[in-house]
């Protein structure tokens, strides 16, 4: 458990495990702790790295400090810290935006991307946006949990959800307060042409990111791999964790299998 000072803030970070850098980043109803099933799942294998973005958990931040606008900036802040080069990312949700924007600027430092239940920071195509803004618009009304677990998981697990509101709590912001913004981020195109492998992951009865959505959008990533989780809602990792981690964790290895094998290919001069 250490912080990072930037500027004023201590970025909150923990480190579990040993092998290649892996980061969680969290989404608007997470934060470090969130991560609790996958850091007991990833950390035998990888540098498991999660972190507190700026506002949420122990990353105390001003009301009116940049939020969003240096989510970007303080993974990179972060990896340098560590002295990570290269590492894969996974994002939920909110962290989506953190992690296809750091991918775009740095395409080099990611070695893989998985996009859980997210969009965010995608530039889409008009068509794909406007359906976007619908789904906005009809769940605008939902309460926190109809909006981020399933129905299914809702019936199934009272304590679950229970625990997954006490979790989100210790965060000083929410979707109504958060400040800045991302900008502009990469069209589905220029993402594919940063050369990064590329999942995206979605719960079937996923609110706010439909599947149908995610899965238009991945077919507009060449060469990106889609999964759809059966009977989960926008916080896969939460909600289904075995399945989430097993996703991962098989995509994760084939991006290293391809790489080795790559580099074991015969130099032609």
Not at 28 to 42: E, I, K, L, R
Not at 238 to 257: D, I, Q
Request: hydrophobic share 45%.
């Amino acid at each position: 458990m250490a912080a990072l000072r930037i500027e004023g803030l201590d970025l909150y970070y923990e480190v579990h495990g040993e092998g290649p850098p892996l980061v969680l980043a969290h989404g608007m109803g997470g934060n470090h702790a969130s991560w609790f099933h996958q850091v007991a799942a990833f950390a035998p294998r990888y540098r498991t790295i999660v972190f507190d973005q700026r506002g949420f958990g122990n990353s105390r931040d001003a009301a009116d400090g940049p939020g969003r606008s240096r989510f970007v900036a303080d993974l990179a802040a972060l990896l340098d810290h560590l002295a990570v080069d290269k590492a894969a990312l996974v994002a939920q949700s909110m962290g989506g935006g953190t992690c296809t924007l750091f991918t775009a600027r740095h395409p080099r430092r990611v070695s893989a991307l998985v996009l859980a239940d997210t969009l965010m920071g995608l530039r889409l195509p008009a068509p794909i946006q406007q359906r976007v803004a619908a789904v906005d618009r009809a769940v605008d009304g939902l309460s926190q949990l109809e909006r981020v677990l399933g129905p299914s998981f809702r019936r199934r697990d009272a304590a679950g959800c229970q625990l997954y509101a006490a979790i989100a709590s210790f965060n000083g912001v929410n979707r109504r307060t958060l400040t800045g913004t991302f900008g502009s981020g990469p069209t589905p195109g220029e993402l594919a042409t940063a050369g990064v492998p590329i999942l995206f992951l979605v719960g079937e009865e996923d609110a706010l990111f439909p599947p149908d959505i995610v899965r238009d959008v991945h077919r507009l990533v060449k060469g990106s791999r889609f999964v759809e989780l059966p009977a989960t809602g926008h916080s896969g990792y939460f909600e289904s964790p075995a399945m989430f981690n097993e996703a991962v964790l098989g995509f994760l290895a084939s991006c290293s299998t391809v790489a080795t094998a790559t580099s074991m290919q015969p130099k032609i001069t």
